[in-house]
């Protein structure tokens, strides 16, 4: 190892997607008697990030414990960065790795700036280049950007995005995609519970929205196109564990709930979400990480929005666009359960995120280069 002594890494994090991404990192750091690594939490999301934690047997050293009812990005924001100022300066890691795009992130990346410290992003590089689709998440993963000193970019197309902008080459890295490390942890094929037992027999569909700029009469064209689905397939079920945004959780009640092939239910763990895609027939979502999670277990995703930072699935043919409105999701999902020839295509598709070995090949850049 270059340095002398063990190499001061910290893991900061605070959403559950995050959480499931960054766990096996930590894991594969805490394992290498060359890391003396310690994990702050923003608690961004709370029940379900602890959810994460607990199934992961990760203990964060840290918690911001920031979230409240109602918060905003500009709660958010404040309280890491404030948050992130009293723990760098107790910890003074030599690096500090934040993962995506969320506020978190980029609050913990701006708060190691101001700290002159170090930071590595892992999943970096993902671009749509407006910068309020999604909103905030393109501006915050940008930003990270321009901190950073680590590049862990998921696939060439990430990586080319980084050099484009002007980062240096020799920070730049491509490592594949940490969910699908975490998927080798979650799912198991003896894996059974209510809602898959629930499912047998049918062909299911599994969906999750909760993207802020889907809010109002978007995100209720989408649910209106996938409950004519259900209703015109008496072979097809649908769950959604509804998101906990009161405005989610109001739209969907009113348009999804009270059919009976419909099961609108709580968050749920990583290890019960990822094996309940792993049974499914068909992923509908407005979510980031799950574009990446489904095809790596054969399952179509459709995009429920306009763009997509992962245009990688969108060339594989893993991933297919469809936006918010209610006809576009009715036809789409129609052809992929009439079509056999259209449902192979998109199962069977290679993934492009790699292969499942990205936290090993980063704890192994960080070894070789600090």
């Known amino acids: 190892m270059p340095k002398q002594g063990k190499i001061r890494a910290m893991v900061v994090f605070g959403t559950r997607p995050e959480a499931i991404k960054m766990c096996p990192v930590v894991k594969e750091l805490r394992a290498r008697a060359g890391f003396d690594t310690k994990v702050c939490v923003s608690g961004q999301h709370r029940e379900m990030l602890d959810q994460v934690l607990t199934l992961f047997d990760v203990v964060p050293d840290y918690d911001l414990d920031i979230m409240r009812q109602e918060q905003t990005l500009f709660d958010i924001t404040a309280k890491t960065l404030y948050g992130m100022q009293r723990v760098l300066a107790d910890c003074r890691p030599d690096i500090v790795l934040v993962h995506g795009d969320t506020t978190t992130a980029y609050a913990a990346s701006v708060a190691c700036l101001y700290s002159q410290i170090p930071v590595a992003h892992v999943e970096a590089g993902l671009r749509t280049y407006n910068l309020y689709s999604p909103f905030p998440e393109e501006y915050n993963r940008q930003a990270i950007s321009l901190v950073a000193k680590y590049h862990f970019a998921p696939t060439p197309k990430a990586r080319d995005n980084l050099l484009r902008e002007g980062r240096d080459p020799k920070t730049v890295y491509v490592t594949g995609n940490t969910s699908i490390d975490a998927l080798k942890t979650t799912v198991r094929p003896d894996f059974h519970s209510e809602i898959i037992d629930w499912a047998q027999g049918s062909r299911l569909l599994v969906m999750t929205a909760h993207r802020r700029e ?18 015109h397939y008496e072979d097809v079920k649908l769950v959604y564990p509804v998101h906990k945004n009161p405005a989610v959780q109001a739209a969907a009640y009113e348009i999804l709930a ?6 609108l239910i709580e968050p749920m763990e990583a290890d ?13 979502t407005d979510s980031g990480g799950i574009q990446e999670e489904a095809p790596a277990l054969g399952k179509p995703v459709l995009v429920m929005r306009n763009t997509t930072e992962r245009p990688e699935g969108l060339a594989a043919g893993t991933l297919k666009l469809v936006g918010t409105d209610e006809q576009t999701i009715f036809d789409a999902c129609c052809r992929l359960l009439t079509d056999p020839a259209a449902y192979q295509k998109m199962s069977t598709a290679s993934n492009p995120y790699g292969d499942g070995t990205a936290s090993v090949q ?3 850049i960080l070894e070789q280069t600090m």
């Not at 889907?214 to 209703?231: A, K, T, Y």
């Not at 019960?272 to 509908?284: D, G, T």
Request: aromatic share 8%.
């Open 214 to 231: 889907n809010l109002g009469e978007p995100m209720r064209s989408m649910f209106r196109g996938i409950r004519r689905v259900v209703e």
């Open 258 to 263: 009270g059919h009976p092939r419909i099961r």
């Open 272 to 284: 019960a979400f990822h094996n309940l895609i792993n049974a499914s027939y068909l992923v509908l």
């Open 362 to 364: 980063i704890a192994d």
